[in-house]
T-cell receptor
Framework: GDSVTQMEGPVTLSEEAFLTINCTYT??????LFWYVQYPGEGLQLLLK?????DKGSNKGFEATYRKETTSFHLEKGSVQVSDSAVYFC??????????FGKGTRLSVIA | DGGITQSPKYLFRKEGQNVTLSCEQN?????MYWYRQDPGQGLRLIYY???????QKGDIAEGYSVSREKKESFPLTVTSAQKNPTAFYLC?????????????FGPGTRLTVT
């Protein structure tokens, strides 16, 4: 079945560092891809999404590009802030099925 | 203000008791979902419903039950048959299922069973 693999955490960065969180997927057909973010003690919020190959999703300085050839959707941000500390989930959906989530990557940004 | 409400935020129960977690949405969404979150495991789908009076099992439905009598409400019962019920439970909703639809999440309920 469909699955998502994302890099293990935790990831600890200094403020203003460059962030990459890797995400690869396995799916039949042509899935839509998502990044969700979970701040401490809260539910998940959609951060960005891409629905077809070569699409770039972006929001709040975060970006991810849907790469069909490498089945990847890596999350990047040029300069992280302390307020970006959270757990980040990569997810996919194909056809009419619910989202399939990766295990999450915890990011800690220190001042 | 539209959104998803889960109550209570923290819930404590004794082993052997059934417990029902509440989820209400006023977004007029057709689809609703229940996930379980454990440290290092990500989110695992328990049940989902695409329309009133219909629901499907997810990956880890054993020991859980749901109902969908109203569009706005999708309560989850954790039964005594669930072997390891202590977890963080998240409810979500969307206009439909599949890749075209963003899922909106509630704030979660942390259940502790001792």
């Amino acid at each position: 079945g469909d699955s998502v693999t994302q890099m293990e955490g935790p990831v600890t960065l200094s403020e203003e560092a460059f962030l990459t969180i890797n995400c690869t997927y396995t799916a039949t057909g042509y899935p839509s891809l998502f990044w969700y973010v979970q701040y401490p003690g809260e539910g998940l919020q959609l951060l960005l999404k891409a629905t077809k190959a070569d699409d770039k999703g972006s929001n709040k300085g975060f970006e991810a590009t849907y790469r069909k050839e490498t089945t990847s959707f890596h999350l990047e941000k040029g300069s992280v802030q302390v307020s970006d500390s959270a757990v980040y989930f990569c997810a996919l959906a194909s056809g009419n099925t619910p989202l399939v989530f990766g295990k999450g990557t915890r990011l800690s940004v220190i001042a | 203000d539209g959104g998803i409400t889960q109550s209570p935020k923290y819930l404590f129960r004794k082993e052997g008791q059934n417990v029902t977690l509440s989820c209400e949405q006023n977004l007029n969404h057709d689809a609703m979902y229940w996930y379980r979150q454990d440290p290092g495991q990500g989110l695992r789908l328990i049940y989902y419903s695409q329309i009133v009076n219909d629901f499907q099992k997810g990956d880890i439905a054993e020991g859980y039950s749901v109902s969908r009598e109203k569009k706005e409400s999708f309560p989850l019962t954790v039964t005594s048959a669930q072997k390891n019920p202590t977890a963080f439970y998240l409810c979500a909703s969307s206009l439909g299922t599949g890749g075209s639809y963003e899922q909106y999440f509630g704030p979660g309920t942390r259940l502790t069973v001792t």
